[in-house]
């Protein structure tokens, strides 16, 4: 089979179980695309030999009963491998290897999945489109110097180019479903609590959670099935009824309600993104949902409100690389000299930034006027949400304010940058699930996605919703292999 | 408000992060942007809000005090850049 590679998650646990590929066929597939197309700079670390050799065994005695049975899988370099070098795109985790596996990894090769390499992106998953990364740009398969979003730019390249069926991201404000709609591909961001922060470089612990990306809602929901655990080794992890994700998935919507919130009618939104909510609405509408207009009157304090919690929240995180236990470690003339060398040298401009901005508003004098603002502003954009679900099952929304944008266009105006997540970071703040789908194209024929939002612990309700809407938009990824010589 | 170089140099310091002067105005200049930005918070009355500390509204489990993971010391030193057996070592801090 010459086409392993377009297939979707789902053919190929179906064909590996119905015995007409084996894992190695499978596994060659995607290594075989993956070197060739080292140009996307998707990768960071590849660990093709290793899979080769998993596969292999996989065959000898497969295991036909796992979920993700000898399926090869590249993930985003957050996430702790145990033994496999793990970066965050870090100059200062540059030669880290961890010597334990992060619960929701774990949960992965616990089905049968074989880990291929580890995924770009942006410096401690901080940014918009994978161009603060150490080890640099990722291109957007879409487009020639496109960028792919952040910042899970790694895993929406390499989805989209089908260098790897599946993947996982993390979401602190955007960086799965912003990227996944850069990308034409399906990326969604469970309820804070639903996957296990154990084990993932941490940025925002208030906001950070792993979430599945994937060519198709189905596969999206298997994946989630799969990773999503309770687990006491994180603290914050809700022990609640998981549902059968991918069993449960129906396209049957009728009747349900879905709110569209005036808020996000932002003034310097572009017509084809308006145009594209509209599309939404009426697909909405044709599975048979109702549609109710609903108010979320504090969305545009969500953006300010998160750049000071996320930052802060970080700048705490990040006090832990003083290139003492582990990392990169400049030489000072003493102690302090020596910390205050390894933190210039081993962050870039985009992390100093925001350890410096939430040292700032954490710092005596200042912590009431921004900090406990902060919070204060979180509870009435969590409150904004409450009230809507009063009325509505679900919230439909564009995905982000544009289109992809080039490589270089936004790293000189932090705020532009910032402005990408303004129809994600809401949902974070208020730690609710959203799922970013394909919807259409912007005039350069770049992809455009819509936004479905649901209550905490309703995953169920907006996969089926995507579901639903996916058959109705009929989204065709229009990539070319550009790329590939 | 205005951050000046002078803040900047204070929050540098406490964020164990140096910066030259050319840094230092960069940042300023960055870090201007993103308050007025923040600024915008001010609008609103919050006098009267809880402030919402975590979205997961649960209380934490409690669990038996017992070790699960031992022997753990190759393991924890097995990253530092610079090691001396049983020790992270570090330059000189007491003369």
Same mark, same amino acid.
């Given at each position: 089979?010459?086409?392993?590679?377009?297939?979707?998650?789902?053919?190929?646990?179906?064909?590996?179980?119905?015995?007409?590929?084996?894992?190695?066929?499978?596994?060659?597939?995607?290594?075989?695309?993956?070197?060739?197309?080292?140009?996307?700079?998707?990768?960071?670390?590849?660990?093709?030999?290793?899979?080769?050799?998993?596969?292999?065994?996989?065959?000898?005695?497969?295991?036909?009963?796992?979920?993700?049975?000898?399926?090869?899988?590249?993930?985003?370099?957050?996430?702790? &491998?145990?033994? =496999?070098?793990? #970066?965050? $795109? !870090?100059?200062?985790?540059?030669?880290? /290897?961890?010597?334990?596996? @992060?619960?929701?990894?774990?949960?992965?090769?616990?089905?049968?999945?074989?880990?291929?390499?580890?995924?770009?992106?942006?410096?401690?998953?901080?940014?918009?489109?994978?161009?603060?990364?150490?080890?640099?740009?990722?291109?957007?398969?879409?487009?020639?110097?496109?960028?792919?979003?952040?910042?899970?730019?790694?895993?929406?390249?390499?989805?989209?180019?089908?260098?790897?069926?599946?993947?996982?991201?993390?979401?602190?404000?955007?960086?799965?479903?912003?990227?996944?709609?850069?990308?034409? &591909?399906?990326? =969604?961001?469970? #309820?804070? $609590? !639903?996957?296990?922060?154990?084990?993932? /470089?941490?940025?925002?612990? @208030?906001?950070?959670?792993?979430?599945?990306?994937?060519?198709?809602?189905?596969?999206?929901?298997?994946?989630?099935?799969?990773?999503?655990?309770?687990?006491?080794?994180?603290?914050?992890?809700?022990?609640?009824?998981?549902?059968?994700?991918?069993?449960?998935?129906?396209?049957?919507?009728?009747?349900?309600?879905?709110?569209?919130?005036?808020?996000?009618?932002?003034?310097?939104?572009?017509?084809?993104?308006?145009?594209?909510?509209?599309?939404?609405?009426?697909?909405?509408?044709?599975?048979?949902?109702?549609?109710?207009?609903?108010?979320?009157?504090?969305?545009?304090?969500?953006?300010?409100?998160?750049?000071?919690?996320?930052?802060?929240?970080?700048?705490?995180?990040?006090?832990?690389?003083?290139?003492?236990?582990?990392?990169?470690?400049?030489?000072?003339?003493?102690?302090?000299?020596?910390?205050?060398?390894?933190?210039?040298?081993?962050?870039?401009?985009?992390?100093?930034?925001?350890?410096?901005?939430?040292?700032?508003?954490?710092?005596?004098?200042?912590?009431?006027?921004?900090?406990?603002?902060?919070?204060?502003?979180?509870?009435?954009?969590?409150?904004?949400?409450?009230?809507?679900?009063?009325?509505?099952?679900?919230?439909?929304?564009?995905?982000?304010?544009?289109?992809?944008?080039?490589?270089?266009?936004?790293?000189?105006?932090?705020?532009?940058?910032?402005?990408?997540?303004?129809?994600?970071?809401?949902?974070?703040?208020?730690?609710?699930?959203?799922?970013?789908?394909?919807?259409?194209?912007?005039?350069?024929?770049?992809?455009?996605?819509?936004?479905?939002?649901?209550?905490?612990?309703?995953?169920?309700?907006?996969?089926?919703?995507?579901?639903?809407?996916?058959?109705?938009?009929?989204?065709?990824?229009?990539?070319?292999?550009?790329?590939?010589? | 408000?205005?951050?000046?170089?002078?803040?900047?140099?204070?929050?540098?310091?406490?964020?164990?992060?140096?910066?030259?002067?050319?840094?230092?105005?960069?940042?300023?200049?960055?870090?201007?942007?993103?308050?007025?930005?923040?600024?915008?918070?001010?609008?609103?009355?919050?006098?009267?809000?809880?402030?919402?500390?975590?979205?997961?509204?649960?209380?934490?489990?409690?669990?038996?005090?017992?070790?699960?993971?031992?022997?753990?010391?190759?393991?924890?030193?097995?990253?530092?850049?610079?090691?001396?057996?049983?020790?992270?070592?570090?330059?000189?801090?007491?003369?």
């Amino acid at each position: 089979m010459s086409d392993i590679t377009k297939q979707s998650l789902s053919e190929l646990v179906e064909n590996i179980k119905g015995k007409k590929l084996s894992s190695s066929e499978v596994t060659n597939a995607f290594v075989e695309r993956s070197e060739k197309s080292k140009e996307l700079n998707a990768y960071i670390t590849e660990d093709y030999a290793n899979a080769l050799n998993k596969a292999k065994k996989f065959d000898e005695k497969p295991n036909l009963d796992l979920k993700l049975p000898g399926i090869p899988m590249a993930v985003k370099d957050l996430f702790c &491998t145990r033994d =496999l070098r793990t #970066t965050a $795109g !870090s100059k200062i985790l540059n030669n880290f /290897v961890p010597t334990y596996e @992060s619960t929701v990894t774990q949960n992965i090769w616990n089905q049968g999945a074989i880990l291929m390499g580890k995924l770009n992106c942006d410096e401690f998953a901080m940014g918009s489109s994978n161009e603060t990364s150490f080890f640099g740009n990722v291109q957007n398969p879409i487009d020639k110097n496109l960028v792919p979003g952040g910042s899970s730019g790694g895993s929406s390249s390499a989805v989209a180019a089908q260098l790897t069926p599946i993947t996982i991201g993390t979401d602190t404000g955007g960086s799965i479903r912003q990227p996944a709609s850069f990308t034409g &591909t399906v990326g =969604l961001k469970p #309820t804070y $609590g !639903s996957c296990s922060r154990y084990g993932i /470089v941490a940025f925002a612990s @208030s906001l950070d959670q792993a979430g599945p990306m994937a060519q198709n809602v189905k596969d999206c929901a298997l994946l989630q099935e799969v990773i999503s655990t309770y687990d006491e080794k994180d603290s914050t992890s809700i022990d609640f009824k998981r549902n059968e994700y991918s069993k449960e998935l129906t396209k049957d919507i009728k009747g349900k309600k879905i709110g569209i919130p005036k808020e996000y009618r932002v003034d310097s939104m572009p017509k084809e993104i308006e145009d594209l909510w509209k599309k939404g609405i009426e697909y909405a509408k044709d599975c048979g949902a109702e549609i109710i207009d609903i108010s979320l009157p504090h969305t545009n304090y969500a953006l300010p409100t998160y750049y000071i919690v996320a930052p802060a929240e970080a700048s705490s995180n990040l006090a832990r690389y003083d290139g003492v236990k582990y990392g990169f470690r400049a030489e000072g003339e003493n102690l302090i000299d020596m910390y205050e060398k390894t933190r210039s040298e081993g962050f870039g401009a985009e992390v100093q930034r925001r350890i410096m901005i939430g040292t700032y508003v954490l710092s005596s004098g200042y912590y009431d006027a921004y900090y406990l603002k902060a919070q204060k502003v979180r509870k009435l954009i969590k409150n904004d949400f409450d009230d809507a679900y009063k009325k509505v099952d679900a919230i439909l929304t564009p995905s982000t304010p544009s289109s992809a944008f080039k490589i270089g266009e936004k790293t000189n105006d932090p705020v532009s940058m910032y402005l990408n997540d303004i129809f994600t970071v809401p949902v974070n703040l208020a730690g609710l699930p959203g799922i970013s789908i394909p919807a259409g194209h912007d005039a350069n024929g770049y992809p455009l996605g819509l936004q479905i939002i649901g209550k905490a612990f309703d995953e169920q309700n907006i996969l089926n919703i995507a579901y639903a809407m996916e058959e109705k938009i009929n989204f065709k990824n229009n990539i070319t292999d550009w790329w590939i010589k | 408000m205005s951050i000046d170089l002078k803040t900047i140099k204070h929050i540098s310091k406490l964020s164990r992060i140096s910066v030259d002067e050319k840094k230092a105005e960069k940042l300023a200049g960055d870090l201007n942007s993103i308050f007025d930005f923040i600024e915008k918070l001010n609008e609103l009355k919050t006098d009267n809000v809880e402030p919402l500390t975590s979205v997961a509204e649960t209380t934490l489990k409690l669990r038996s005090d017992e070790v699960k993971s031992k022997n753990l010391r190759d393991q924890v030193i097995k990253n530092s850049p610079k090691e001396n057996e049983d020790y992270f070592v570090v330059p000189k801090v007491i003369e």
